[in-house]
């Protein structure tokens, strides 16, 4: 199967010898149900075969960071690809696609593109179904020596008229694609959204919850990234409203801090987080938990219980001194968050 091949591919490092596990199997067949996902999704918010943009657009038709972020992504990643081929390093090759598609192409792009796909923003719209279309060709090619019958499938559903995508000509580097600039305002725009993501991660905000996010730019330059990206903020954030202060504007109370580069970032707890209710719930917690890690410990320093017991066993009771270590600090540094905000 696809999964097989791919994941064989994956761990196929030039003199290394290949530990086969069913769990790694199972992740990459997960992977192929993401990438037939995704082309489902994509083909559903096109437009008929006739009326699908077919023809590279003018650059000015790509007025959105997020397009031509991806096109300068991809073709670093073509010229990746094609020369790890070329020199039979094919896990570096397979590596460099998972983590393309999955986690730029579907987890940051898709995301950014989904309201112009779906007709939120019709000025957006032509160029994002051909950016995303685009994408889904050529990683379509690129995947298929690893993954063939997948890519066929998928390749046939693609719109106009299409031979066998083993005939197709493999992707080249295409060098007006390249765009420093969009990577780096991308970079940024992710590296707010995962802050804003994290924190409310840490604070048990709500996923669903729209919140208000406040953000105090240090320089001109953030300040002009946060006004022109803060539709792109927003949607991936859960974001209802992202306001901006000036340098001498009051810091808000009661809110939590993310520090950035030349940026700060508050976010409201009122309405979202009871924050005494949720300090006595956290500190119930960690006490029981203390009390089972030491519990735990004390086992596993009883020499009698070592020795006598099934490895497994004894493996078990270590996991869980890790599980628990693991719970505990995160636990510690919740609390510690929420007493900052408390004392603020």
């Not at 010898?17 to 082309?39: M, P, Q, S, T």
């Not at 006739?50 to 031509?68: K, M, N, Q, Y």
């Amino acid at each position: 199967t696809d999964a097989v091949r791919f994941t064989l591919a994956a761990f196929a490092a030039q003199g290394r010898d290949i530990k086969l596990a069913e769990e790694r199997i199972e992740g990459y067949r997960h992977f192929v149900n993401k990438i037939w996902n995704a082309a489902r999704f994509i083909l559903l918010n096109l437009k008929t075969s006739e009326d699908a943009v077919a023809e590279p657009p003018e650059p000015d038709f790509l007025s959105d960071p997020s397009e031509r972020w991806i096109l300068s992504r991809l073709n670093q990643v073509t010229g990746t690809v094609r020369k790890a081929l070329d020199e039979f390093d094919f896990d570096v090759a397979a590596k460099e696609l998972y983590q393309f598609f999955w986690h730029e192409y579907c987890d940051w792009y898709l995301e950014l593109a989904k309201p112009a796909l779906t007709g939120a923003e019709p000025d957006r719209q032509d160029a994002a179904r051909w950016v995303t279309l685009t994408v889904l060709d050529h990683s379509l090619r690129l995947f298929h020596p690893f993954m063939p019958f997948v890519t066929e499938e998928l390749w046939h559903h693609l719109p106009g008229q299409r031979d066998h995508i083993m005939v197709a000509p493999f992707p080249r580097q295409i060098d007006a694609w390249n765009d420093a600039r969009a990577e780096d305002i991308i970079k940024q725009v992710m590296e707010v959204v995962s802050s804003i993501r994290n924190a409310r991660s840490e604070l048990g905000i709500h996923p669903g919850a729209k919140i208000i996010v406040i953000a105090l730019p240090h320089s001109e330059k953030a300040y002009d990234f946060l006004d022109s990206q803060e539709k792109a903020i927003n949607t991936l954030a859960g974001v209802e409203t992202l306001n901006l202060l000036e340098e001498g504007e009051p810091r808000p109370e009661g809110a939590a801090t993310v520090i950035l580069e030349n940026l700060e970032i508050f976010i409201p707890l009122e309405g979202f987080v009871d924050i005494e209710e949720e300090l006595r719930k956290l500190t119930k917690e960690e006490k029981k938990l203390g009390k089972e890690l030491a519990k735990t410990k004390a086992k596993l320093k009883n020499e009698n219980f070592l020795s006598k017991a099934p490895q497994e066993i004894v493996q078990k009771e270590r996991d869980k001194v890790n599980k628990f270590q693991t719970k505990l600090k995160k636990i510690v540094s919740h609390r510690k968050t929420l007493e900052g905000v408390f004392r603020s």
